[in-house]
């Protein structure tokens, strides 16, 4: 199985639903408005989802991997823990919580040499995202 890379699929994700949604948000905001009606939930749905992409785009934002001296050794680092721990799961079976716990860490961490690469693209698909849900909001 090929590594992912956890911007990459980052990525992949924001480009798929912005993509749906620049292409179905004048065909969803008149059901959405409707909705709201009869759930007004969906509005806090979308105010959520709004507050979120907001979280992630001040994530991204803070993540200033050019400024971290030797990143390409903690990567490397990383890359070892992510095999020898994908390789003792199966004798560690009542540690599946805690080797998935560190398993996350690992994939944050060594994805940070790409995310330089693809940072300003992920903030675009963010800001594109917000714009359209605002549309459905208003």
Known sequence: MADTNLYEDLKKALADFKSFLDTNVATIKPAVQALKAIIPQIGELIDKLIDLMGQLKTEIQNLNVSAIPGLDKVSAFTT?????????????????????????????????????????EILALIDGIVANLNTLKS
């Open 80 to 120: 070892g823990v992510k095999t020898l721990l994908t390789t003792a799961e199966d004798l560690l079976p009542n540690q599946k919580s805690a080797i998935d716990d560190v398993l996350g860490v690992v994939n944050v961490v060594s994805a940070l040499p790409s995310l330089d690469a693809i940072k300003a």
